[in-house]
């Protein structure tokens, strides 16, 4: 589960993480209040979406097709105001939210049909000395937390890592001690800094690792941490996302969620605790475990084409939660064919059939449909769908039914 920026700073500053002032608006009324409350020759406005880059993106509407499509190539100058701004005044303050609120938000993160701006951040100003990176995530390799620190502050560190990775300084928290203060130090030794920005910074690290480990992070990146004129490192923005399977631990950091962020089609999927991840094809894909709707994906990719959704009904689903599952492929309109590929153990295959045919009668079929039932009451399976009125393909195995689902898409097409 992703936050907006101002709520990760709130979480930061619970644990003694250094922030700047802010506060969050959703009016220019409220953004001129904002200023003049923080004082100071100049605030930044910022708007809060679930993507990084908003410095650098740009409005629909305000800039053209192919400036916007320049923003989602990474272009560094593209002409126009971006989604984060330095100001001077409450006047200037409350111009930049007006101009930002309810407008949609285009950056190389968010994809062209961007994010609409809801929420804006009003911050105060800082004297920037020095820009660096510091992240904090669990490294699955090793298995073991990394905390991740560069020179190359408020650049993207997938860019540096692809470019200049030796700008990456790693250390791993011990699962037992946790991060030591000499790792810390370490990381600030490399980041070269001396003094009281050296001893800030040694600070700064073990306390955003300590707000990790306590909310349950999946992520917790300071892009850019930034080293004040007085020696003072501060968190000048901040990306934080949780594992959800411990978000029951956290109610006040479930209440942030954003459903205006989120995907409508993966919130419908949540309420009946299935693992829904809508993607860019034309294939839906229904199956019972997470490994096997990867080969499931992987073998619609294999065949020539691409699969719309990742969509786990899980071992024990009930004819309610496919019935449910069905309905959520069926109603994304990108979906021309439904690849339902399910082993059964757990879950048996009779109940999935009763739940396509529950589906189906709901929301009826304008698609190819291929059904591949392979374990328990695969039989009583089989002959429900047989016995139905329903036009189902049948598939032997996973590469038989990938490649009949593709053929039929193709045909429905004319291709």
């Known amino acids: 589960m992703k936050i907006h920026e101002y709520q990760a700073k709130q979480i930061l500053a619970r644990h003694g993480v ?36 908003r410095g650098k993106g740009r409005f629909l509407g305000d800039v053209s097709d192919a400036d ?9 100058e593209v002409p126009g105001k971006g989604g984060v701004r330095v100001v001077k005044g409450a006047a200037a ?3 930049a939210a007006g101009d930002m609120l309810g407008k949609t938000l285009v950056t190389k993160q968010t994809g062209a049909e961007g994010s609409k701006v809801n929420t804006v951040y009003i911050e105060a100003g800082c004297d920037i000395a ?12 090793v298995g073991k937390v990394v905390v991740m620190a560069s020179v190359e502050g408020g650049t993207e560190i997938e860019e540096v890592a692809e470019h200049n990775p030796e700008l990456i300084l790693k250390v791993h928290a011990d699962p037992i001690t946790g991060l030591g203060a000499w ?8 980041l070269g800094l001396t003094g009281a920005a050296y001893k800030s910074a040694v600070k700064f690290i073990l306390k955003l690792y300590t707000a990790f480990m306590a909310e349950d992070c999946a992520m917790a990146e300071i892009n850019p941490m930034v080293v004040t004129g007085a020696g003072e490192v501060v968190a000048l923005d901040c990306k934080m996302s949780f594992d959800e399977n411990a978000m029951y631990r956290h109610k006040a950091n479930l209440e942030m969620r954003d459903f205006d962020e989120e995907e409508p089609s993966e ?14 094809g034309n294939i839906g894909c229904m199956v019972n475990g997470a490994g096997l709707a990867m080969a499931t994906m992987d073998i619609i990719k294999f ?53 396509c045919l529950a589906a189906v009668k709901e929301v009826g079929l ?50």
């Open 93 to 95: 303050a409350a111009e």
């Open 267 to 280: 919130i419908e999927a949540g309420k009946y605790d299935l693992s829904f991840v809508k993607l860019d």
């Open 183 to 190: 790792q810390a130090r370490e990381l600030a030794f490399g």
């Open 18 to 53: 250094a922030v700047l002032q802010g506060h969050v608006v959703t009016t220019a009324e409220e953004a001129a209040t904002a200023a003049e409350k923080l004082g100071g020759p100049v605030v930044v406005v910022k708007s809060q979406v679930h993507a990084g880059g």
């Open 303 to 355: 065949y020539g084409s691409e699969p719309a959704n990742f969509l786990d009904v899980g071992g024990g689903a009930t004819e309610e939660k496919v019935t449910a599952a069905f309905k959520i492929i069926t109603a994304d309109p990108a979906v021309e064919g439904i690849f339902v590929n399910i082993f059964g153990g757990i879950m048996k295959c009779d109940v999935i059939a009763a739940g």
């Open 366 to 415: 304008t698609v190819p449909l291929v059904v591949r039932l392979a374990g328990t009451n695969v039989e009583e399976g089989k002959k429900l769908l047989n016995d139905s009125d329903l036009a189902v393909i049948s598939a032997d195995s996973m590469a038989d039914g990938a490649q009949k689902i593709v053929n039929a898409v193709n045909a429905a097409k004319g291709a």
């Open 130 to 141: 020095r820009e660096l990176y510091l992240g904090v995530l669990l490294d699955r390799d």
């Open 68 to 76: 916007i499509q320049a923003v989602l190539a990474g272009a560094e």
